[in-house]
């Protein structure tokens, strides 16, 4: 069998590389290998896969690594005939199969039926050819039933007569391996790279180690030599003596010093976190000197502290940029916002714009004496009193100092209206709170419920009112101490209170529930003490007018009275209404006192003779106008 017709099989090694296959260098040994599975031959993997791979390279560097072998074909024929064994219930013989393989000029293979050759012949030791027949026997004798097969081949039959005939063996071909030209160097690059290998691991950790000791001496011994040069220079910069704790190397901005614990001595109140100097390499390129850009981490103090830092000249050209991160200022005893921003000066002075981390709130500062003159502009924020209050946008301009905010105008958008007016907080031992504010088109029920209070009103609010607020901190002020102002509201309705209801139920005793739904309600309110005092000066709901007083005392107590009018045509009725109760529970009582009727105006000239035939009103007679349900709202 020649080599483009054997079958080849992986050793015990070539399956253990075959599920590892990256432990094969060569792209064509692993692919090669992976096709090779003990069923095609040489001949065939060519004819598949030859015009990708060089199957016969690839094949004898395999055999001569010894992850294949030849498959032996007759082993695998005697296996077969050694496990098969007669069935002693059949009395004929079983026919005995023998498979000859032909030579490779003529591939095809006969097949030798021994149970049809005559018995006589075979007992009379005849080995001659049946000429009828055409078939091929073997020679010698043919084994009986009864007698084993011998494995080793030595009664192995016998093609043919001719002298080309060739017996059936079970060795493989041989194959003539010639080395490769890189296998003499392959050997040495593999023992080079082990070396490189071990080599580097070896210098890694001292490299490492090396790294680390100059990093820690760079981070924390070599800046102290310039401390003073550091200190001399800033102090240049401020104007003013500045001291500082730490300092040290760091990776912020791509390497900068780090100074902690800054502190400015004409400043006590000033204090920062820690302090970067960032070299602006660029910058000291151009300029042949250090240029550097400072950035400010948690810096805290007064107004008063940021003014003065504002108001310093700019003395020195070092100084690229400020930056600020986390910047915070002391008002009222409490740390408002958390900005970050930068510095830029001008020939107007500084100016310090800043925006708190989410971009919702921006402010710009400048220097104005000794304090901080303020616009800010905000998105969905809180203000710092009222807290409870949300609003939508908001712009507030005014005067910080260390006293006290001084607001000289706001603006701002929230429940559903506008808002706007000026106001101002002192703080001293407690911080106290005046505004003025004019309100349009406010969610009347939205307010109510933000301020704690148990009024059952809806509409929309529009006024002007001055509050006033009491407390130890600004963001404690949350409810208006005192209140004084007008107010319109119009398209809501009074819960709990049903005047329509009071009428129609006249002289039956106290009432509660329902719901008085009106077109428009104007009055003013004032707040004394624990007590608020309502006058409605016109409530208009149909046919249905009043006015009146009632007051929300201690534990939102009500108390008062309105006189109620329901007017049909010309003619009127006046009826009074008390209030009792609480805001959770209110009370209406009518009053029946003698009705009072309201007769029109003298008839001009020519008034209709069947008005005149009426006579003259009778004095003191009362005429009342019947409520129907639900005529009233």
């Given at each position: 069998?020649?080599?483009?017709?054997?079958?080849?099989?992986?050793?015990?090694?070539?399956?253990?590389?075959?599920?590892?296959?990256?432990?094969?260098?060569?792209?064509?040994?692993?692919?090669?290998?992976?096709?090779?599975?003990?069923r095609?031959?040489?001949?065939?993997?060519?004819?598949?896969?030859?015009?990708?791979?060089?199957?016969?390279?690839?094949?004898?560097?395999?055999?001569?690594?010894?992850?294949?072998?030849?498959?032996?074909?007759?082993?695998?024929?005697?296996?077969?005939?050694?496990?098969?064994?007669?069935?002693?219930?059949?009395?004929?013989?079983?026919?005995?199969?023998?498979?000859?393989?032909?030579?490779?000029?003529?591939?095809?293979?006969?097949?030798?039926?021994?149970?049809?050759?005559?018995?006589?012949?075979?007992?009379?030791?005849?080995?001659?050819?049946?000429?009828?027949?055409?078939?091929?026997?073997?020679?010698?004798?043919?084994?009986?039933?009864?007698?084993?097969?011998?494995?080793?081949?030595?009664?192995?039959?016998?093609?043919?007569?001719?002298e080309?005939?060739?017996?059936?063996?079970?060795?493989?071909?041989?194959?003539?391996?010639?080395?490769?030209?890189?296998?003499?160097?392959?050997?040495?690059?593999?023992?080079?790279?082990?070396?490189?290998?071990?080599?580097?691991?070896?210098?890694?950790?001292?490299?490492?180690?090396?790294?680390?000791?100059?990093?820690?001496?760079?981070?924390?011994?070599?800046?102290?030599?310039?401390?003073?040069?550091?200190?001399?220079?800033?102090?240049?910069?401020?104007?003013?003596?500045?001291?500082?704790?730490?300092?040290?190397?760091s990776?912020?901005?791509?390497?900068?010093?780090?100074?902690?614990?800054?502190?400015?001595?004409?400043?006590?109140?000033?204090?920062?976190s820690?302090?970067?100097?960032?070299?602006?390499?660029?910058?000291?390129?151009?300029?042949?000197?250090?240029?550097?850009?400072?950035?400010?981490?948690?810096?805290?103090?007064?107004?008063?502290?940021?003014?003065?830092?504002?108001?310093?000249?700019?003395?020195?050209?070092?100084?690229?940029?400020t930056?600020?991160?986390?910047?915070?200022?002391?008002?009222?005893?409490?740390?408002?916002?958390?900005?970050?921003?930068?510095?830029?000066h001008?020939?107007?002075?500084?100016?310090?714009?800043?925006?708190?981390?989410?971009?919702?709130?921006?402010?710009?500062?400048?220097g104005?004496?000794?304090?901080?003159?303020?616009?800010?502009?905000?998105?969905?924020?809180v203000?710092?009193?009222?807290?409870?209050?949300?609003?939508?946008?908001?712009?507030?301009?005014?005067?910080?100092?260390?006293?006290?905010?001084?607001?000289?105008?706001?603006?701002?958008?929230?429940?559903?209206?506008?808002?706007?007016?000026?106001?101002?907080?002192?703080?001293?031992?407690?911080?106290?709170?005046?505004?003025?504010?004019?309100?349009?088109?406010?969610?009347?029920?939205?307010?109510l419920?933000?301020?704690?209070?148990?009024?059952?009103?809806?509409?929309?609010?529009?006024?002007?009112?001055?509050?006033?607020?009491?407390?130890?901190?600004?963001?404690?002020?949350r409810?208006?101490?005192?209140?004084?102002?007008?107010?319109?509201?119009?398209?809501?309705?009074?819960?709990?209170?049903?005047?329509?209801?009071?009428?129609?139920?006249?002289?039956?005793?106290?009432?509660q529930?329902?719901?008085?739904?009106?077109?428009?309600?104007?009055?003013?309110?004032?707040?004394?003490?624990?007590?608020?005092?309502?006058?409605?000066?016109?409530?208009?709901?149909?046919?249905?007018?009043?006015?009146?007083?009632?007051?929300?005392?201690?534990?939102e107590?009500?108390?008062?009275?309105?006189?109620?009018?329901?007017?049909?045509?010309?003619?009127?009725?006046?009826?009074?209404?008390?209030?009792?109760?609480?805001?959770?529970a209110?009370?209406?009582?009518?009053?029946?006192p003698?009705?009072?009727?309201?007769?029109?105006?003298?008839?001009?000239?020519?008034?209709?003779?069947?008005?005149?035939?009426?006579?003259?009103?009778?004095?003191?007679?009362?005429?009342?106008?019947?409520?129907?349900?639900?005529?009233?709202?």
């Amino acid at each position: 069998m020649n080599f483009e017709d054997t079958v080849y099989v992986k050793t015990e090694l070539g399956d253990a590389r075959a599920k590892q296959p990256r432990s094969i260098s060569s792209h064509e040994l692993r692919a090669t290998l992976l096709l090779i599975d003990g069923r095609i031959t040489v001949r065939e993997m060519k004819r598949r896969f030859g015009s990708s791979l060089a199957i016969d390279p690839a094949v004898s560097e395999l055999l001569r690594e010894g992850l294949i072998q030849a498959k032996s074909a007759a082993a695998d024929a005697s296996a077969a005939m050694l496990t098969a064994e007669p069935d002693p219930d059949d009395e004929a013989a079983e026919s005995l199969l023998v498979v000859v393989e032909a030579p490779p000029e003529a591939p095809a293979v006969e097949v030798i039926d021994v149970a049809e050759v005559d018995t006589d012949e075979v007992a009379a030791g005849a080995g001659a050819q049946s000429v009828k027949d055409e078939r091929i026997e073997p020679e010698g004798e043919i084994p009986g039933l009864d007698e084993p097969i011998d494995p080793d081949g030595v009664q192995e039959p016998v093609v043919g007569e001719s002298e080309r005939d060739k017996p059936i063996t079970d060795e493989p071909p041989a194959l003539v391996v010639s080395p490769r030209l890189g296998d003499s160097t392959r050997g040495g690059m593999i023992a080079l790279g082990f070396f490189v290998e071990r080599l580097w691991r070896g210098l890694l950790p001292i490299a490492a180690f090396l790294l680390i000791g100059a990093l820690v001496v760079a981070a924390f011994l070599l800046p102290e030599r310039y401390r003073a040069d550091v200190e001399s220079a800033m102090s240049n910069q401020l104007g003013t003596s500045v001291r500082f704790g730490g300092l040290r190397a760091s990776f912020a901005g791509g390497g900068s010093l780090q100074l902690s614990d800054v502190r400015v001595e004409a400043i006590p109140s000033l204090r920062a976190s820690e302090v970067y100097l960032i070299p602006d390499w660029p910058a000291s390129l151009r300029a042949v000197d250090w240029r550097v850009t400072v950035k400010i981490t948690e810096l805290r103090g007064t107004p008063s502290a940021f003014a003065r830092v504002l108001a310093m000249p700019a003395r020195s050209s070092a100084v690229v940029e400020t930056l600020f991160e986390r910047l915070s200022v002391t008002a009222g005893g409490e740390q408002w916002a958390l900005l970050s921003g930068s510095v830029t000066h001008d020939q107007n002075g500084a100016t310090a714009t800043l925006r708190d981390a989410l971009g919702g709130l921006s402010v710009t500062a400048t220097g104005d004496g000794d304090a901080l003159r303020v616009d800010a502009v905000a998105v969905n924020q809180v203000l710092p009193v009222f807290s409870q209050i949300p609003f939508n946008t908001m712009q507030v301009v005014g005067r910080l100092s260390d006293e006290g905010f001084d607001v000289s105008s706001f603006g701002a958008s929230a429940l559903d209206g506008k808002l706007s007016g000026s106001a101002k907080l002192v703080w001293e031992d407690n911080t106290r709170m005046t505004a003025e504010v004019a309100l349009s088109q406010i969610n009347a029920e939205g307010l109510l419920k933000r301020l704690g209070s148990s009024v059952r009103l809806s509409g929309s609010v529009s006024g002007a009112f001055t509050l006033g607020g009491v407390a130890a901190h600004p963001s404690e002020i949350r409810y208006a101490s005192s209140v004084n102002g007008r107010f319109d509201v119009t398209n809501g309705a009074l819960g709990g209170i049903d005047l329509g209801a009071a009428m129609r139920e006249r002289g039956s005793g106290k009432i509660q529930g329902g719901e008085t739904r009106f077109e428009t309600m104007s009055g003013t309110l004032t707040r004394k003490a624990e007590s608020l005092e309502v006058k409605v000066s016109r409530l208009e709901a149909g046919a249905l007018e009043a006015s009146g007083t009632f007051k929300i005392g201690a534990l939102e107590s009500l108390s008062g009275a309105l006189t109620t009018v329901v007017g049909r045509g010309d003619r009127r009725v006046r009826l009074p209404v008390d209030i009792g109760g609480s805001l959770a529970a209110p009370t209406l009582e009518a009053r029946l006192p003698p009705p009072v009727v309201e007769a029109p105006a003298a008839p001009a000239v020519g008034v209709d003779a069947f008005e005149a035939s009426l006579g003259p009103e009778t004095p003191g007679a009362s005429l009342e106008v019947p409520v129907v349900p639900g005529s009233l709202r």
